[in-house]
Structures are given as C-alpha cells and as structure tokens.
C-alpha cells in the first residue's frame, strides 16, 4: 500500500525497547541522503551518516553544525566492500549498542541506452544499489533480531514502479530493490521487525549535475541513439526544473516511517509520481502507456530527428 506524505511537526525520536534512537544512513555524504542525516538528527536520532569518500566528511560535518544538528557523526562505508560495512556497523554498535534503524540510501545512477552501456558501468550499479543494499542489510539484522526492534528504510524511486527512456538500467536496479524490499518485509513481519520502501518522485539534488552518471558510449555521437538521448535529457532538465518536490520532503517521509507506530510498506513522495503510479494502477495498460510515454516520445523523435539534420 502506498501513501504520498504530508507535513509533519519536528518532533523528538521515540527510544526503542532497548533505549537506542541510533540510525545508519548510507550514502549521506550529499543530496538526500545528507538532508536526511541532518533531518533526523535535528529531531532526536543519534544519526551515524556513511560516506564512501573521506573527502565529504567536512563538508557533512559542516552543515549539521550550521543546522544544529547534534548527534551526528560520520563513519567511512564502502558499498562495495563488504569488510568495509561489517567495519561500519561494527563501529555504530559498539558506541551505541544497537542499531534501530537502517536507511539504504546509498547507491549511483547511470543514464544512456542500452546498448550504449558497458558491463563494467552495469556491474557498478548493481553491485552499489543492490548487493551493496543487500550487504548492509544483512549486517544489521542481527542486531534489531536481538533487540526485537528495528526499521529498515529503502530510497527506492518512482522509478522502481515506471521505467523511462535511458535509464533502463538505473530503474531495473531500482525495479529489484523494491522485489527485495516487499519480500524483506514479509520475512521480518513476524519477527516484530519492519522493512518499508521510501519513493521520492524527482528530486533536484547533485544527481543532475556532477554525479548524473552518464555512460560513456550515451556520449559517442556515433551511436544511433546520440541525438534522441540527449533530447530525451532535455525534457528530464526542464522537468527537473519545475519540480517541486525537494529533499526535505523526503527527509520527512523517512522520519514519519521511523516514527509512525504502524509503518506502511511504501510512501510515495511527491505528487506527479503518486499520481503517475495511481494511473497506471487503474487505467488498462494500453491507456496508460499513450497518455504517460506518447507526448515525451514524440518530443525525442521530433528533437533528435532534428538535430540529426543539422
């Protein structure tokens, strides 16, 4: 069941059974997952926020001082390595003697066609956003097993329930945390455990910038889908530039699934992607697919069809 989310009032994190309020975010070193790291610790968490490069270490620091953001540390957490997350959560638990709460945030994007995409830049996404999210989640469990308590919260995106053009990659990464997640949630049910799927819509964060994560071949003007590609990026600019969906929104959900005595399985945040999965719940697949991809495709045709004449 998914719910889009409203405001709610800053309020202070309600202990667990065994008096532990402490939060591991990964991928915290920017955008969303340094928005909810901050978020969380201005209302009560102890917030350990995980950064794969030392570098974003000031710069995390930096802003939770500017916010008062008490109760924040930074733990160096490599995705991709799996010494490096048993080394992390290792470290929260010895300080903090539990973990309540675990925030699969951290991941990367990859944005071209598909056969513009190497195995090597596939590999790298699906060993971030999956087994990645799959090694952290292991490591904790015990942990909330043994205290009987614990949350698992996973950034999944509106692209997890809709594919698009040129992220096909990206979205099946996304599409597979989500069949992890519902069946993560049926396994933990019983054990008075909660896993819940977090869905922001677009969100204007560093992702659209210097970490858009373009693959190489989408940028060879030999490949036959160059002039479409670039035209679809296009429209994704300018929808991004209207969104209004922003960081806290989700930084908000996140804190409602922590909080919230009975969590749902999914919040959807923002309007345009809940009103998107709504319409593709209800209308006859044939409909949805004219009225949701029709205008944005012809838009790349005429677009790339044009530039390819120049």
Known sequence: ????????????ATPNAGGQR?????????????????????????????VRNPKQIPNVLAEAQRRGAEGLEVVELDLTDRASIDR?????????????????????????CLEDVSDEEVR???????FGTVAVTQAVLPHMRRAGVGRVVTITSVGGRISTYGLG?????????????EALALELKPLGLHAIMVEPGI????????????????EDPSSPYFHYFNAAEE???????????????????VHKALTVKNPRMRYVVGRPAAAAIMLRRYLPA???ERIYWGPFLHRIRTRGAAAQTR
């Open 286 to 288: 044939r409909v949805f």
């Open 203 to 218: 969100v204007k964060t560093t992702r659209w910038d210097e970490h858009r994560g373009t693959a190489s071949g989408a």
């Open 169 to 181: 990659i990206y979205c099946g990464s996304k599409f597979a945390q989500e069949g992890l997640t």
């Open 1 to 12: 069941m998914s719910a889009t989310v409203s405001p709610e009032p800053a309020t202070r």
């Open 124 to 130: 790298a996404v699906f060993e971030a956003n999956i």
């Open 88 to 112: 992390a959560v290792g470290q929260v638990v010895e300080q903090s003697g539990g973990v309540y709460a675990l925030i699969n945030n951290g991941g990367i994007g990859l944005r071209g």
């Open 22 to 50: 402490s939060v591991i975010i990964t991928g915290a070193g920017t955008g969303l997952g340094l928005e909810m790291a901050v978020h969380l610790a201005q209302r009560g968490f102890k917030v350990y926020a995980t």
């Open 235 to 253: 429209v994704a600019d300018r929808i991004v530039e209207r969104s209004r969906t922003t960081p806290e929104d989700v930084a908000r959900a």
